[in-house]
C-alpha cells in the first residue's frame, strides 16, 4: 500500500528528493494523516475531558450570584425536568435569559438565551445558532431547585456555581464534537499554511541549480519530510503538549534543510 511505502521513503532521505512521481491526491491523503497523528493527542485529551470547557454561565454566577426566586415545584432527576406548575418561568442574569419549564415553539435563536425543556436544555447564542444538550449528562443526580432557594450568603454561591457547572456540563457531547471540530481544522489550517509557505522558501534553492523540483512536487517532498517530527511530536505530545508543536515545526525545516545540503546537489546537479 502505498502509504506504508511513503512511510518507509520518509525516513530514507536521498530517496525522498525523488519518489515525487505518484499522483498529488495520494501525498494529500498521506499528509492528512499526519495532521491525524499531530492532532491526536490532544484530541485524546479533549474526549478524556469532555472537550474544552464553556464557562459563560459560571463566569457569571461567580462574578454575581442570581438573585433568583426559583419555581419550587421544579426538580430535575432521571433527565427530565419536572414541575407540578404547568406556566413557564423566565429569569434574567447578566446578558443571559434562562427560560425554564420551556416548550419547543418559544426557543429563539436570535435571543442569548439557555431554554430548560422537560427533556433537554437548548442553548441560543443570539446570533442564529444553537447547541442542545440532555440533563443525564450534567444532572448526575436529584437536583431540586426548592433546596437552592432555601441556600443563603456563601451556601447559596456556592450552590449557583455547582447548578452553572451542572447546566454546562448537560452540553458535554456536543461540547466534545465542537471541540474535537476546532482542534483538528486548526491543526489542519496552520500546517496547510506552514507546508505553502515552506515550499515557496525552498524554492529560493532553484537558483543554484539548473534543474529542480516544480513546485508541486516541492510540496510532496515537504510531506515526507513531515513524517518523522510528526512521530516525534505525537510521542513528546504526551509528556509535554506544549512543546511538541515546536518539536514538530523545527523537525520539519530542519530535516528539510538537511536533505537540500547533503542530497541536493547529487540529484539536482
Not at 48 to 55: A, D, H, K, L, V
Not at 111 to 122: P, T
Request: glycine share 6%; hydrophobic share 50%; net charge negative.
Amino acid at each position: 500500500m502505498f502509504i506504508l511505502r511513503f512511510f518507509k521513503t520518509s525516513f530514507s532521505f536521498q530517496t525522498m528528493l525523488i519518489e515525487v512521481n505518484e499522483p498529488f491526491w495520494k501525498y494529500l491523503l498521506y499528509f492528512l494523516i499526519m495532521i491525524m497523528l499531530i492532532a491526536f493527542p490532544l484530541n485524546y485529551t479533549i474526549v478524556s475531558e469532555q472537550g474544552f470547557r464553556i464557562n459563560f454561565i459560571e463566569e457569571s454566577f461567580t462574578q454575581e450570584t442570581p438573585n433568583w426566586v426559583l419555581p419550587e415545584t421544579c426538580e430535575i432527576e432521571a433527565g427530565s425536568l419536572t414541575c407540578d406548575n404547568p406556566g413557564t418561568i423566565t429569569l434574567i442574569h447578566q446578558d443571559i435569559t434562562y427560560v425554564i419549564n420551556a416548550t419547543q415553539d418559544m426557543i429563539d435563536e436570535n435571543q442569548k438565551a439557555v431554554y430548560l425543556l422537560e427533556d433537554r436544555l437548548v442553548y441560543t447564542n443570539g446570533v442564529g445558532a444553537s447547541m442542545t444538550g440532555y440533563y443525564h449528562q450534567g444532572f448526575l443526580d436529584r437536583f431540586s431547585f426548592r433546596s437552592l432557594n432555601l441556600l443563603e450568603g456563601t451556601e447559596k454561591s456556592l450552590g449557583y456555581i455547582a447548578f452553572a457547572e451542572q447546566l454546562e456540563n448537560s452540553f458535554g457531547p456536543y461540547i466534545v464534537f465542537f471541540s474535537l471540530l476546532v482542534n483538528t481544522l486548526t491543526t489542519l489550517g496552520i500546517n496547510i499554511v506552514f507546508i505553502l509557505m515552506l515550499s515557496l522558501v525552498l524554492q529560493l534553492f532553484r537558483l543554484g541549480y539548473s534543474k529542480f523540483f516544480r513546485y508541486l512536487d516541492s510540496l510532496k517532498f515537504l510531506i515526507y519530510t513531515m513524517t518523522i517530527p510528526a512521530v516525534l511530536s505525537f510521542l513528546i505530545s504526551w509528556i509535554s503538549m506544549a512543546f511538541s508543536p515546536v518539536i514538530y515545526q523545527f523537525g520539519v525545516g530542519i530535516i528539510t534543510m538537511v536533505v537540500m545540503l547533503t542530497y541536493g546537489k547529487k540529484v539536482f546537479a
